[in-house]
């Protein structure tokens, strides 16, 4: 397949490797000087999309993915895929993907689960909305980039769901680092902690896969000084467009509402910035009762 990629970061730029290491002919542009193994380099967006059946992007927020939409709609071929997988508002898709269909297009949102380590493993867990017929387009790509593709409804679909999962893993993350500290103060010992909860009905995969206590479970940040993995701002900016897309629809989402205010003080205010979202309990290790 003749396909575009746009947007050649730490996500981006292994699953233009892997599309291209499966045989794929993909053409990538980023207003970076990245160079990706096996992928041609595009002067520009406009470019690297002439052409193509499908045009992947993965950029940093709504307002550059509406400014990209802008540039490339207009150069690709009726009949094309417009794929993108970046976490966006969900207004921001559903009006590209509107653009895009307008131009005879399909369109789908498509954000991913996973992380660097699943962008360069090839294990990415798709969320995907759109119109069916570029579901089955893109199903060959997202089998390479990824080892789950759930198509979840019409456009925007993928990026509910994408917040939604986030919400909820923010809010366990930080629940799962409280009763670590917690417990730690009442004299419980930690591996007794992950056992009791890994097996009881507190688990969560906060618990269980990504355990925020070093030594603790199985590798996680935690056994790294806390380096990211998943760091604590992206978390931020996941629950930030989780409030957003709560006051658009009028859903009370007071818990969700909790851990964006915990992130935010975490990143801005305090030593979050740049750790993974698990260091929340070194946070409230060093915090009593208020
Ligand atoms: P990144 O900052 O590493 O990559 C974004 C890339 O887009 C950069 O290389 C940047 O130069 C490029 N870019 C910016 N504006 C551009 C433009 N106008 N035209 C072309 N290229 C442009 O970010 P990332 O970690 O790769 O994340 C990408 C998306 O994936 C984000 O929406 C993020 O929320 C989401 N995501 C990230 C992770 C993660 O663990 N990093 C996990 C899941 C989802």
Redesign the pocket.
């Given at each position: 397949m003749k396909i575009g990629f746009?947007?050649?970061?730490?996500?981006?730029?292994p699953m233009a490797a892997n599309l291209a290491r499966a045989g794929h002919d993909v053409t990538g542009?980023?207003?970076?000087d990245?160079t990706i193994d096996g992928v041609a380099r595009a002067a520009s967006?406009a470019e690297a999309a002439t052409g193509a059946q499908v045009v992947i992007t993965?950029?940093?927020?709504g307002q550059?993915l509406r400014?990209?939409a802008a540039e490339v709609i207009p150069a690709m071929d009726k009949g094309a895929v417009l794929l993108d997988?970046?976490?966006?508002d969900v207004e921001s898709a559903r009006a590209v993907a509107r653009q895009a269909q307008d131009a005879g297009l399909s369109a789908l949102d498509a954000?991913?689960?996973?992380?660097?380590g699943?962008?360069q493993a090839g294990t990415l867990t798709f969320m995907v909305g759109g119109d069916e017929s570029g579901f089955n387009i893109a199903r060959e790509l997202f089998d390479i980039m990824g080892q789950k593709a759930v198509h979840c409804g019409p456009s925007g679909n993928g990026q509910a769901a994408?917040i939604c999962n986030n919400m909820i893993l923010g809010a366990t993350m930080i629940v799962t680092c409280e009763a670590f500290a917690l417990a730690d103060k009442l004299g419980l010992d930690r591996q007794a902690m992950f056992d009791v909860v890994s097996t009881s009905s507190g688990s969560s995969w906060s618990m269980t896969t990504y355990c925020p206590a070093p030594g603790i479970g199985p590798q996680s940040p935690a056994d790294n000084d806390y380096k990211?993995?998943?760091?604590a701002e992206?978390m931020l900016?996941?629950l930030r467009l989780a409030q957003e897309a709560a006051a658009a629809a009028d859903a009370d989402t007071p818990l969700g509402e909790a851990a964006m205010k915990l992130y935010a003080e975490f990143v801005e205010r305090e030593d979050g910035m740049g750790r993974d979202f698990s260091a929340m309990l070194p946070r409230f290790e060093k915090r009593g009762y208020s």
């Amino acid at each position: 397949m003749k396909i575009g990629f746009i947007g050649l970061g730490n996500m981006g730029g292994p699953m233009a490797a892997n599309l291209a290491r499966a045989g794929h002919d993909v053409t990538g542009f980023d207003t970076a000087d990245v160079t990706i193994d096996g992928v041609a380099r595009a002067a520009s967006a406009a470019e690297a999309a002439t052409g193509a059946q499908v045009v992947i992007t993965m950029l940093p927020n709504g307002q550059i993915l509406r400014k990209v939409a802008a540039e490339v709609i207009p150069a690709m071929d009726k009949g094309a895929v417009l794929l993108d997988c970046s976490t966006v508002d969900v207004e921001s898709a559903r009006a590209v993907a509107r653009q895009a269909q307008d131009a005879g297009l399909s369109a789908l949102d498509a954000p991913v689960s996973g992380g660097v380590g699943g962008a360069q493993a090839g294990t990415l867990t798709f969320m995907v909305g759109g119109d069916e017929s570029g579901f089955n387009i893109a199903r060959e790509l997202f089998d390479i980039m990824g080892q789950k593709a759930v198509h979840c409804g019409p456009s925007g679909n993928g990026q509910a769901a994408k917040i939604c999962n986030n919400m909820i893993l923010g809010a366990t993350m930080i629940v799962t680092c409280e009763a670590f500290a917690l417990a730690d103060k009442l004299g419980l010992d930690r591996q007794a902690m992950f056992d009791v909860v890994s097996t009881s009905s507190g688990s969560s995969w906060s618990m269980t896969t990504y355990c925020p206590a070093p030594g603790i479970g199985p590798q996680s940040p935690a056994d790294n000084d806390y380096k990211p993995g998943f760091a604590a701002e992206l978390m931020l900016k996941d629950l930030r467009l989780a409030q957003e897309a709560a006051a658009a629809a009028d859903a009370d989402t007071p818990l969700g509402e909790a851990a964006m205010k915990l992130y935010a003080e975490f990143v801005e205010r305090e030593d979050g910035m740049g750790r993974d979202f698990s260091a929340m309990l070194p946070r409230f290790e060093k915090r009593g009762y208020s």
